[in-house]
């Protein structure tokens, strides 16, 4: 029997349970109610967002950049600790604190209302009416963080259940009582030792609509956070990726308003990509003066926002043909939502564009150029397999992937660049095929290289179009583009932006 197995078969007896003795919901005695509980944890947890590497490109100089934090939270203050009682279910707290690699549950409570006992004693005792973050008895909880936040005021408890730690969210407006906190499921747990709450707020959201990633909003103005970790922790944020004037990238990490393991802090609603719930910003910690891994600083569930207009641009270079705007704003996105911009206002050009062989069909290539705020561009790459029968222009983007990007300095002429890109393309039985696509001003006549094939070592020349040619197969990491009085040696393959960008969140 699997952890989770376990888990889930431990829970569903203790909502039972509490159904019998009254202790809470009498319908969780009804295994199909039992059932959809379970479920939305099931779901829950596949849609928490994974930590990310923070490696940098070797080819890229990483610089300090100031980062852009909003308002800041009240100074936190720390309540008295008090004894944590044994667990319901038998298990004592040595043994659950054994196993926990955060100690929230003999931690103080923190937050600016920690100090009012009365508040926390009936945040304590509140109903948990949303189990995403499992389930715990009222004798076996504590409230790890209470108080003002900006635009209202939050809580979290925390509970032992089954030698695991169980937690719920509470959220309301501002000065609100404890009674009128409303159970939240927007909370996500990072790693087992952070819990983290991300809560959008915007002009337009709908009149009576409650808070949380439900709410309807039709754009984002500001992204309030809450992360609580571990006591003596320095939880860092940086809010996005800057792409300095000479192409190199940098993130900035400060420390969060809200000291002692915990940070309240406003970010802009810009870096937040609502149709994935992830963001450009992320956070660290930093416990015994060493830094973590980079973690997400997203929304457990994506929001549902009015989709934004696909970006219909013409290509700049002859031989080229209309694409999906659909892919061409996929495109662009995939460098937007690592800066915290959105995309339109990175002037975005289409380079090259058209469809392209691919194993035994064709796939829809979208090249787009974006121009960061210093000067600098980012080109990206992304490829949509075409359905028999459509054009490129109509190709749906049912199937849809990168192929890299690259960075270049202020100085860049984008009708100048050449570039190649690397897309990976589903094929037979699960395979990935492997497409080289190249792009340079139309007086390139060649683009050779060298690599492997296989186990085999490999050189080839492709005559180029008007500029562009592809190459099936091999593993190459540069390529030279030759013409008439024209020479680019050595042109690195594209990579993915992930790395490309500091390894930002998708």
């Known amino acids: 029997m699997t952890a989770d197995s376990t888990l889930e078969n431990d829970l569903r007896a203790r909502l039972h349970a509490a159904a019998e003795h009254g202790a809470w919901h009498p319908g969780m005695g009804d295994d199909a109610a039992v059932d959809d509980v379970l479920e939305r944890r099931r779901v829950q947890r596949r849609t928490r967002v994974a930590v990310l590497s923070a490696a940098a490109c ?29 667990s319901s279910d038998g298990v004592t707290d040595e043994s659950i604190q054994a196993q926990l690699p955060v100690d929230l549950l003999s931690a103080p409570t923190r937050g600016s209302l920690a100090g009012d006992a ?25 409230v790890a963080f209470v108080g003002d936040v900006p635009g209202g005021r939050w809580a979290l ?52 609509s409650p808070p949380g990633a439900g709410t309807e909003l039709t754009e984002v103005d500001e992204l309030t956070v809450v992360v609580v970790a571990q006591p003596g922790d320095v939880v860092q944020v940086s809010d996005r990726v800057v792409v300095e004037a000479d192409g190199a990238v940098s993130r900035d990490f400060v420390p969060a308003p809200g000291g002692d393991g915990v940070a309240v802090t406003q970010l802009p609603g810009t870096v937040l990509d609502t149709s994935e719930g992830s963001s450009s910003a992320v956070f660290r910690l930093v416990r015994d003066g060493t830094a973590g891994p980079v973690r997400t600083l997203g929304l457990s569930d994506p929001l549902v926002l009015t989709d934004p207009p696909p970006l219909d641009l013409r290509p700049l270079r002859p031989g080229s043909s209309d694409v999906s705007p659909d892919l061409v704003r996929f495109a662009a996105v995939e460098v937007a939502r690592h800066v915290g911009l959105p995309a339109d206002q990175l002037d975005p050009q289409v380079l090259w564009s058209g469809p392209v062989s691919a194993g035994d069909g064709q796939i829809s290539v979208a090249m787009v150029a974006l ?12 490829y949509a397999v075409m359905t028999p029968g459509t054009s490129a222009r109509d190709t749906p983007l049912s199937a849809v992937g990168g192929c890299g990007a690259e960075t270049h300095a202020e100085t860049a002429v984008v009708d100048d660049l050449a570039v190649l890109s690397r897309c990976s393309v589903p094929g037979d039985l699960g395979a990935r095929e492997t497409v080289y696509v190249g792009s340079a001003p139309p007086v390139a006549q060649e683009m050779r290289g060298a690599g492997t094939y296989g186990s085999d070592e490999a050189s080839w020349v492709v005559r180029l179009d008007q500029g562009h040619g592809s190459l099936a197969g091999g593993e190459y990491d540069t390529a030279s583009f030759i013409g008439p009085g024209y020479a680019l040696l050595d042109q690195p393959v594209a990579v993915d932006p992930a790395d490309v960008l500091l390894g930002g969140p998708r």
């Open 58 to 86: 070797t080819a890229l100089v990483v610089a300090m950049v100031p980062l852009l934090l909003g308002a800041t939270g009240p100074a936190g203050q720390t309540a008295t600790p008090s004894a944590v009682p044994p």
């Open 118 to 142: 009365a508040y926390v004693e009936a945040v304590r005792t509140a109903d948990w009416t949303d189990l995403s973050g499992g389930f715990a008895q009222v004798a076996d909880r504590r």
């Open 157 to 208: 408890v925390v509970g032992q259940t089954g030698g695991r730690l169980a937690h719920q969210w509470f959220t309301g407006p501002p000065g609100a009582a404890a009674g009128e906190l409303v159970a939240d499921r927007s909370g996500v747990e990072s790693e087992g030792d952070a819990f983290v709450y991300v809560l959008p707020t915007g002009s337009h959201q709908a009149p009576g």
């Open 371 to 382: 121009r960061m705020p210093s000067g600098a561009l980012v080109v990206n790459t992304a």
